[in-house]
């Protein structure tokens, strides 16, 4: 019995598949992460190639495969990818899309948060609105907390206290206290503090507000925790242009 099944999906990734199809990695809405092939997409006639570029939105039609690949079938846009044409755009959603096939697991299981966050993330992206490397943060603080690794600002992560949190320490899950600071923590100001909140919490407006220099040292932490608790660093995060 053949069984199809549609849903709404981001694609992460694709790889070229023999002559003409190509193998596409999709974060679905109802389904979590998938893998696909595509067949004859790579062929000029394709109804459908230019659909399965990497951070397009899309809706989709598949056949469960036999295997570990299902089958695309038909393909509708819903929001084209506009990265392309942007280097600086492309690399801050690479850093997305990495990030969110790390987070969550290949078995087909729904995972409604880390899809909902990526598409925001690659929607803000594309309107350019906002400030690129703002944007990857605040998507991978959101993510990590979304997949159980909250990061902690107002209290110290290793014993509670709220007083004197001048240390940030990646390792222990944020902010700490001098007495529970571990040798390889960062000096973190309260300025630093309240701007990486207010990245966690969307606050536009204060992130917009911070200043260049601040929004970098915001960046660097960002960056020096999810790839902590990622257990090794995003290839793409090097790419992507700073504040």
């Not at 003409?20 to 109804?47: E, M, P, Y």
């Not at 598409?119 to 990857?136: E, F, Q």
């Amino acid at each position: 019995m053949v069984r199809t099944y549609r849903d709404e999906a981001v694609v992460l990734r694709t790889w070229k598949l023999g002559e003409s199809d190509r193998i596409i990695s999709l974060l679905t809405k109802q389904r979590g992460k998938v893998r696909a092939v595509a067949k004859g997409v790579r062929k000029t006639s394709s109804r459908f190639g230019a659909r399965l570029e990497p951070f397009s939105h899309i809706d989709l039609q598949l056949v469960q495969g036999r295997g570990a690949l299902d089958i695309v079938t038909q393909v509708e846009s819903l929001h084209p990818s506009l990265m392309g044409a942007d280097y600086d755009r492309f690399c801050a959603a690479q850093v997305l899309v990495e990030a969110a096939d790390r987070l969550v697991a290949e078995d087909h299981s729904p995972s409604m948060s880390q899809y909902r966050l990526l598409l925001g993330g690659l929607l803000a992206l594309g309107r350019g609105r906002l400030p690129l490397t703002a944007v990857v943060d605040s998507y991978l603080l959101r993510s990590l907390a979304a997949a159980g690794w909250a990061v902690s600002l107002e209290a110290c992560a290793n014993c509670g206290q709220t007083a004197q949190l001048r240390w940030f320490s990646s390792q222990l899950g944020g902010a700490v206290c001098p007495e529970c600071r571990p040798p390889a923590s960062t000096s973190a100001s309260p300025d630093l503090l309240v701007l990486v909140g207010a990245l966690l919490a969307g606050d536009w407006n204060k992130v917009c507000a911070a200043e260049p220099s601040l929004r970098f040292r915001a960046h660097k932490l960002v960056s020096s925790f999810a790839s902590w608790h990622l257990e090794r660093s995003l290839k793409s995060l090097p790419f992507l242009a700073l504040p």
